[in-house]
């Protein structure tokens, strides 16, 4: 191995392979590993940061330290790092190096290349496993384990899974997987192994640091942090599948204005348009949506649309994308990427072209209006078949760059928002990947099914989204495919509505059978072709439901001041809105364990009741003192209790300030 500094950067060769790790923000390093002739050059998901580091050749190898991190290579080009004199992380390697205790049989190499064609390598990175490591973050999987210990996890997008490939360890760092393609990432008892399908160099990034947020702070700082959330949206926001009209909304609207109840945000879904792609109201249905928006705006609540990147052959702009290659392309056969309700293709939110079309349809038909909120669904993008081998972008195929695709989507609309001089910006994805919060994107969890395994699943995607770096996160209250004539509907429901009262934000939505409702047109496209859902409003499940509910929002109103603050730390450091237990008492070894109770901030401690039937459940106070939010008493910490929770209580205790 042959050391060498340039730049402030540590340089390792061997035979064709180059190493180079270099300071790369507060206590971190970034490292990168080519057999090409040279690096790419690209960031990815970092930004540029002004950073310093000590370097020096020691004996058997070389060192790169920058504050808590360092790194050591060895002179057989395998890396150990650490936070101070401990050891973090180390490569997992069995080779004829003679550099560990282990059989040099197995020829086990920690960066594997497998080349694919030209540049490009199919790449392998591992580490070993350490006793007693908890991992936390990588996204939104729709599964119940907090934890990710033992997982295996597929690096890529789908609708309600969403991959942000960032963890953070409880051995005290954090570790970014700097790769926008297609993959997996085995978090194994024996080794921990991340794959890359496609990609032309090998790249991570990794902090150490005293506490959980301060890891996230640095990885913030490098990533980017959300922007100044709006107060006039986090109240209530209406939302239903589907409003199909005008006057639709309008009623909804005037009802909420007659009960005297507050109504930040209603939402438009989907096909209000002719056809996809169009990206314009159906004027027969929509016939003034400048009236409308007045009228909205009268009554204080602001309006928000939902725009799909599918873009139907028959729509008036198809002719002239396919003209520009403004659409994600198929390495084979027909362009179709999607098959509902159309015969759709996918504009490439990769290309800028692309973004400033699409952005120039929505500003031209929504936005001269006075709408400034946009619903960008199927941001993942949704394929008919998630083939990724079968798609290219502009920047390159599909499994070398796709995870990206979300975070380019909402640029798209932040930039032509913030152009706009538009401040308070927030819009509504589906899908994320590192770094989008800095796009003010309020990601939601995905089309699930309504009923509490998936109210479980939410609130680990929740959690785990929060430390993954986006802050902004919700998910649709009482699930999306629900059927109201359902037995326990009301009470799940009812449930997952006192769980969103402590989330960043509280948004009615679901598509709610029984579809029985006739189509407002029997034509196969247009704003009267698909169907819409049951209502979805407050007081459309009977009074006891009703009075449950604006019970929660009213409490959620009382707290807009706290609430506010919360988001504002989340803009400052990075920290997440709702937080695991750890991240608030990390001294506290129980909290590490807990996965079923969480922090709406730093100063309430939220226990969701998350099974059906359930009327009390055992809750963990951490030390300090804790008040009741329900019945004002006051308990010492330290100490597990079995709270109450009929159906009209969730579990809510204030830490009592010193």
């Known amino acids: 191995m042959r050391f060498s500094i340039q730049n402030n950067t540590l340089i390792a060769r061997h035979q064709n392979e180059t190493l180079k790790v270099e300071a790369w923000g507060r206590n971190a390093l970034r490292v990168r590993a080519t057999r090409n ?6 960031d990815k998901a970092l930004l540029p940061v002004e950073s310093s580091a000590q370097i020096c050749e020691e004996e058997g190898g070389a060192r790169i330290v920058n504050g808590e991190i360092s790194c050591y290579i060895s002179e057989n080009g ?6 101070g004199d401990s050891l973090i992380l180390k490569e997992y390697y069995r080779d004829f190096s003679n ?6 049989s197995m020829k086990i190499c920690a960066r594997e290349w497998k080349p694919v064609s030209g540049s490009d390598y199919e790449i392998t990175a591992r580490f070993e496993a350490q006793r007693g490591e908890k991992i936390y973050g990588m996204g939104q999987y729709q599964q119940p384990q907090l934890d990710l210990k033992g997982c295996i996890l597929e690096l890529a997008q789908r609708n309600s899974q969403i991959t942000i490939p960032f963890y953070l360890s409880s051995k005290g760092y954090g570790f970014l997987w700097n790769h926008a393609g297609v993959g997996e990432v085995m978090f194994g008892e024996n080794y921990t192994q991340w794959h890359s399908k496609l990609s032309e160099e090998m790249d991570y990034w990794i902090t150490a640091d005293d506490t959980p947020k301060a890891v996230l702070e640095n990885y913030t700082e490098v990533t980017g942090r959300a922007p100044e959330f709006p107060e006039n949206a986090l109240g209530l926001w209406q939302c239903k599948l589907r409003y199909r009209t005008q006057e639709e909304v309008l009623e909804v609207a005037r009802e909420y204005k007659r009960r005297g109840i507050p109504l930040d945000v209603i939402v438009i879904d989907f096909f209000h348009w002719v056809r996809q792609g169009d990206w314009s109201f159906d004027p027969q249905y929509w016939p003034d949506p400048q009236a409308m928006m007045d009228e909205l705006k009268d009554m204080g609540i602001r309006c928000m649309v939902s725009i799909w990147p599918t873009v139907d052959r028959k729509s008036v702009n198809f002719r002239e994308m396919l003209d520009k290659g403004l659409f994600i392309r198929t390495e084979r056969g027909s362009i179709q990427c999607f098959d509902f309700q159309g015969d759709t293709v996918i504009y490439d939110a990769l290309n800028p072209e692309a973004r400033g079309f699409l952005w120039g349809k929505v500003e031209e038909n929504y936005y001269r209006y006075g709408i400034d909120m946009f619903w960008l669904d199927e941001a993942e993008p949704e394929y008919s078949a998630y083939d990724y081998e079968h798609y290219r972008h502009y920047t390159g195929p599909a499994l070398k760059v796709a ?3 979300a975070k380019a989507h909402a640029k798209a609309f932040y930039d032509g928002m913030k152009a706009q001089g538009q401040k308070d910006i927030v819009n509504l994805l589906r899908c994320a990947w590192v770094g989008s919060q800095k796009y003010g994107a309020l990601v939601w969890s995905g089309d699930i099914k309504s009923n509490f395994t998936a109210l479980r699943d939410q609130l680990s995607a929740g959690l785990n989204m929060g430390i993954a770096g986006i802050p902004w996160w919700v998910s649709d209250t009482g699930g999306f495919f629900g059927d109201v004539t ?11 509505f006192q769980f969103s009262t402590f989330c960043p934000v509280l948004r009615m939505h679901g598509d709610r059978g029984p579809h029985d409702i006739p189509r407002l047109s029997d034509l196969d496209y247009g704003g009267g072709f698909s169907d819409t859902g049951r209502p979805n409003e407050l007081w459309s499940y009977g009074e006891e439901v009703y009075g449950i509910l604006k019970k929660y929002l009213d409490i ?4 807009k001041g706290y609430i506010k603050s919360v988001m504002d730390e989340a803009c400052a450091n990075g920290s997440p809105v709702i937080r695991t237990m750890f991240y608030e008492f990390p001294e506290d070894g129980i909290c590490w364990d807990i996965d079923d109770q969480y922090m709406f901030g730093s100063r309430y401690l939220v226990a969701p009741v998350l099974y059906q039937g359930m009327t009390e459940r055992e809750v963990y106070l951490p030390e300090g003192s804790w008040k009741s939010i329900h019945t004002g008493e006051i308990l010492c910490g330290r100490q597990r209790i079995m ?3 009929p159906l009209e209580i969730i579990p809510v205790f204030k830490k009592i300030e010193k």
């Open 403 to 405: 995870n990206s695709y």
């Open 486 to 496: 359902e037995e326990h509907f009301n009470e799940l429901l009812i449930r997952w």
């Open 37 to 42: 002739a040279a690096f790419t050059g690209d």
């Open 556 to 559: 959620r109103l009382g707290m």
């Open 99 to 104: 550099a560990n205790e282990h059989s040099p």
């Open 643 to 645: 709270a109450a929770a």
């Open 78 to 83: 395998w890396m150990e790092f650490y936070r």
